[in-house]
């Protein structure tokens, strides 16, 4: 039980946050936001926060992170990176925050700190950040539920069943201005603290942070604490010495915006994206993903670097179907919206290693290779990858043509390239983390060796080749 003079600091906080939860448009504040994104790809994330947003990024030492200040008024288009896949407004960050060696002190620290924490403008941004949401629910109509948490499923669809009884009644519209709901939801607020920690120095576990931080933060606030349908998500990030205090601002990843139809192996949007942009693609570039698996990557290029061309195509006839059911899907949302449905796309199913593709055609190949491990297998790998390099190497237009590839099939990928000198040239190498396992995002050119006449130009035995694209399906 807190004492009343324990009570006073979260009655104050939750007053002047009350005072600030619809601020004026003529206030405005600029906080800092983090984001994290997929690991190796922090300075293409931050390429593209200076590009869209205008403000300069800061890469954590922490990977896959990205810290970069912004307005509020500017709030709306931090959702609209591409290359982010959660996003948080930092509360407070210690780059060099000295933990206490005994396990107790250091707990004790952390329950003093959420009663000293600037609190004020991170919520408001909070507050600010659910309201765009419930405007974008409005505008998607019945699709705003669809692939969102629990919590937020049912917050959304209370509203939805609150707003037309108090129109009937003759109430107000302009439910959120009244301060008894305002009031109401205050004292109905849900949370749960969230740590991420790494590091092999520390006294505590991830549990342990959370779960005395988390009681500090119930008891000044007077929040209920609920680990599952949580309005709130305060985040705890400690990274060795470095220590960042956060309130998350999505419910779910922003990696899910493009796929309906999943299969074994579906990259990430964000992943995706961030192959693209290293491609540096032109207009009238053509481009090809000859192992489309979902149609990931040339769904991704085609909404966001729509002046090219991309060819989709896959030798399994389950991927061309998921890859057809997702363009159809993203057709018909853009359509909904009002937007142009068509989309710069097209899907074939082939033979990977006869691809029906006139020869030098090609700008850019890029696609998951298959890893070995749910896809196909190490030991077909051996095979498949000098046969496939052999083939993109034919399509693709030499002396400007590329290629990014990704695989965690390292050492047979190296050995296969390293058959290729004479057709690809190996520029740059991206390492990232695909679903648990430690992969290689490859940038080629193609050099200006004719096809066929390069003396690493070996073919094998069709029968042996063309055997391995029965096994690849999603990757």
């Known amino acids: 039980m807190s004492s009343d003079g324990d009570k006073q600091p979260a009655e104050e906080t939750s007053e002047s946050v ?87 002190e250091t707990l004790m620290e952390l329950q003093e700190l959420a009663s000293k924490l600037p609190w004020t403008n991170a919520l408001e941004v909070w507050r600010l950040n659910r309201t765009l949401k419930k405007k974008k629910g409005h505008r998607k109509g019945g699709h705003s539920t669809r692939a969102k948490p629990d919590s937020e499923v049912c917050d959304t669809a209370e ?4 707003e037309p009884a108090q129109e009937q009644s ?62 709130v998500e305060v985040l705890l990030n400690i990274h060795n010495e470095e220590m960042v205090v956060g309130i998350a601002l999505t419910e779910e990843s922003l990696h899910r915006r493009n796929i309906s139809h999943f299969g074994p192996t579906t990259l990430r949007s964000t992943l995706c994206y ?108 051996w095979d498949l990858y000098p046969s496939c390099l052999r083939e993109m190497a034919r399509v693709c237009r030499p002396g400007s043509g590329k290629a990014v590839l990704l695989t965690q099939d ?20 991206v390492w990232v983390n695909v679903g648990g396992l430690h992969a290689g995002v490859y940038l080629l050119k193609r050099t200006a060796g004719v096809f066929g006449q390069t003396p690493e130009d070996v073919h094998e035995s069709p029968a042996r080749v063309y055997k391995q694209t029965d096994e690849k399906e999603d990757d």
């Open 274 to 381: 961030g192959m693209l942009r290293l491609c540096k693609l032109q207009a009238s570039d053509i481009i090809l993903d000859p192992m489309c698996g979902t149609g990931a990557i040339p769904l991704e290029g085609a909404i966001e670097f729509n002046s090219s061309f991309y060819v989709a195509g896959d030798n399994n006839d389950m991927a061309v179907s998921r890859t057809l059911n997702n363009i159809c899907h993203m057709q018909k949302r853009r359509a909904e919206k009002g937007s142009s449905p068509g989309l710069p796309v097209d899907t074939v199913q082939w033979d990977l290693c006869r691809l029906p593709v006139r020869t030098g055609s090609v700008d850019v190949i890029i696609t998951d290779m298959p890893f070995g491990k749910r896809m196909g297998s190490r030991k077909k790998n």
């Open 18 to 104: 009350n005072a600030s939860s619809a601020p004026s448009p003529e206030t405005e504040l600029t906080v800092t936001i983090g984001a994290t994104v997929p690991t190796g790809f922090e300075h293409t994330a931050a390429e593209e926060v200076k590009e869209k947003i205008g403000v300069d990024a800061r890469v954590s030492r922490d990977r896959g992170r990205i810290y970069f200040p912004v307005s509020t008024d500017k709030l709306f288009q931090v959702h609209r990176l591409r290359s982010v896949d959660n996003l948080f407004v930092v509360v407070k960050e210690y780059d060099q925050y000295h933990f206490k060696e005994s396990k107790e």
């Open 170 to 231: 003759g109430d107000a519209p302009d439910t959120e201005s009244q301060p008894p709901e305002t009031a109401a939801e205050e004292k109905l607020v849900k949370f749960r603290v969230t740590c991420n920690r790494a590091g092999d120095k520390h006294s505590f576990s991830s549990n342990e942070a959370a779960r005395d931080f988390g009681g500090a933060v119930q008891e000044f606030f007077q929040w209920k604490a609920d680990m599952t349908k949580f309005d």
């Open 159 to 162: 509203q939805q069943q609150q």
């Open 410 to 429: 390292k050492k047979c990928f190296s050995k296969a390239i390293s058959r290729m000198g004479g057709l690809w040239k190996k520029l740059h190498t």
